[in-house]
């Protein structure tokens, strides 16, 4: 099965019980992150159903059986209600919602580190509190806003990323299936409620420009002036990122990039130091292997 990134239909919200979930996870206390060095800024992650249906635990990985609903998941009975009247929960791996403002969500590609055949899972996204300056990017799709309600299904396989430049909340509904005893299963078995599948709806691109080669290596010249340790990479990847937001180029460039930079201080530790972030983000990884990163410097 190839799912390539699409939009394919909408939730329609009821906005007052949404409000009520959204304020429970507001008052939840923060947890510290399983994956937090893939996000910069604030990013936070709630689990509401799991494998172990422990709402402290946030961790993806393998398993056969459907998730359980973890205490986080029974205080939010309307986003429950949406995902067991709307979804195909038997095949359900993990549904979190994810809040990310003034921050990154650092470019990566997802389940490098599992056993399965990757195209056995699906993960799809939907906006339930959204602002006007928040996008996502992957790498064959390019740049694009998702709008309340919208279902997106995301190929997680190629790099991608999210940022959002304001203060304000960016909440996502993510649900990600896997479809292990299914062969060549289509995307369309997430859906138990068809009613909410449209695929005519238009998505919100963003149009990007050329950014010509010289004025690009303008620009990485001036970043290396500020490369002075490894702590300074993460530093330097969000201004890259935020360059990819309008400027035509693919995801995983923003390493190409980024370990063009290195190489210009003339520190063989700053370029391994980035080549060994674009392994461990895009390329390739172990189970619970991490990539520690300074944090709250977006």
Same mark, same amino acid.
């Given at each position: 099965?190839?799912? %390539?990134?699409?939009?394919?239909?909408?939730?329609?919200?009821?906005?007052?019980?949404?409000?009520?979930?959204?304020?429970?996870?507001?008052?939840?206390?923060?947890?510290?992150?399983?994956?937090?060095?893939?996000?910069?800024?604030?990013?936070?992650?709630? =689990?509401?159903?799991?494998?172990?249906?422990?709402?402290?635990?946030?961790?993806?990985?393998?398993?056969?059986?459907?998730?359980?609903?973890?205490? %986080?998941? %029974?205080?939010?009975?309307?986003?429950?209600?949406?995902?067991?009247? /709307?979804?195909?929960?038997?095949?359900?791996?993990?549904?979190?919602?994810?809040?990310?403002?003034?921050?990154?969500?650092?470019?990566?590609?997802?389940?490098?580190?599992?056993?399965?055949?990757?195209?056995?899972?699906?993960?799809?996204?939907?906006?339930?509190?959204? /602002?006007?300056?928040?996008?996502? *990017?992957?790498?064959?799709?390019?740049?694009?806003?998702?709008?309340?309600?919208?279902?997106?299904?995301?190929?997680?396989?190629?790099?991608?990323?999210?940022?959002?430049?304001?203060?304000?909340?960016?909440?996502?509904?993510?649900?990600?299936?896997?479809?292990?005893?299914?062969?060549? @299963?289509?995307?369309?078995?997430?859906?138990?409620?068809?009613?909410?599948?449209?695929?005519?709806?238009? @998505? %919100?691109?963003?149009?990007?420009?050329?950014?010509?080669?010289?004025?690009?290596?303008?620009?990485?010249?001036?970043? =290396? *002036?500020?490369?002075?340790?490894?702590?300074?990479?993460?530093?330097?990847?969000?201004?890259? =990122?935020?360059?990819?937001?309008?400027?035509?180029?693919?995801?995983?460039?923003?390493?190409?990039?980024?370990?063009?930079?290195?190489?210009?201080?003339?520190?063989?530790?700053?370029?391994?130091? /980035?080549?060994?972030?674009?392994?461990?983000?895009?390329?390739?990884?172990?189970?619970?292997?991490?990539?520690?990163?300074?944090?709250?410097?977006?």
């Amino acid at each position: 099965m190839v799912t %390539a990134t699409r939009l394919v239909g909408r939730v329609k919200f009821d906005d007052a019980l949404l409000k009520q979930d959204l304020k429970v996870l507001s008052e939840l206390p923060l947890l510290r992150e399983q994956y937090d060095e893939f996000g910069s800024g604030t990013w936070i992650n709630h =689990s509401l159903w799991n494998r172990t249906g422990e709402w402290t635990d946030t961790q993806y990985s393998d398993y056969d059986h459907p998730a359980i609903r973890t205490q %986080a998941g %029974a205080a939010t009975p309307y986003l429950s209600k949406i995902i067991e009247e /709307c979804f195909d929960i038997e095949h359900l791996r993990m549904a979190r919602v994810r809040n990310l403002v003034d921050g990154l969500v650092i470019p990566h590609t997802d389940f490098l580190e599992l056993s399965e055949e990757k195209d056995r899972y699906i993960r799809i996204l939907i906006p339930l509190e959204t /602002c006007i300056d928040s996008y996502h *990017t992957e790498e064959n799709f390019g740049v694009f806003r998702m709008r309340k309600g919208d279902i997106w299904i995301l190929e997680s396989t190629l790099p991608h990323g999210a940022l959002n430049l304001t203060s304000d909340n960016r909440r996502i509904l993510s649900l990600d299936f896997q479809y292990a005893d299914i062969l060549n @299963p289509h995307y369309s078995l997430i859906f138990k409620d068809p009613s909410i599948r449209d695929e005519s709806i238009r @998505p %919100a691109l963003v149009s990007r420009t050329k950014l010509e080669a010289e004025d690009l290596q303008d620009y990485l010249e001036l970043l =290396s *002036t500020s490369f002075n340790d490894k702590d300074d990479a993460e530093h330097i990847l969000v201004k890259l =990122s935020k360059v990819h937001l309008r400027f035509e180029s693919p995801v995983s460039d923003i390493y190409k990039n980024l370990t063009e930079v290195a190489k210009m201080t003339r520190r063989q530790d700053l370029v391994e130091h /980035c080549e060994k972030m674009q392994r461990f983000y895009i390329g390739s990884r172990l189970m619970n292997e991490r990539f520690p990163l300074r944090r709250g410097i977006y």
